[in-house]
């Protein structure tokens, strides 16, 4: 793979902050590069892992907050 674009433009890219003539660069270079391709279908997977783990802090850990909060 010959680099063009930055790990740092491929994760913007993934989370659409990139300003629309790089987005468009960087999509283009995607359709033409088929290891870019799968960097990028591997980051789409890493982060709908992300976005569908689910997280609560134990009930304890809340109970002691709230009574510290009290005082």
Do not use: F
């Not at 987005?23 to 789409?44: C, F, N, T, W, Y």
């Amino acid at each position: 793979m010959i680099e063009t674009c930055t790990k740092l433009e491929l994760l913007q890219y993934l989370y659409n902050e990139l300003d629309e003539p790089t987005s468009r660069h960087l999509k283009a270079e995607m359709e033409h590069d088929p290891d870019l391709r799968k960097i990028h279908i591997g980051q789409v997977k890493v982060l709908r892992i992300l976005d569908s783990a689910w997280m609560e802090p134990r009930k304890l850990a809340v109970e002691q907050i709230l009574a510290y909060s009290r005082y």
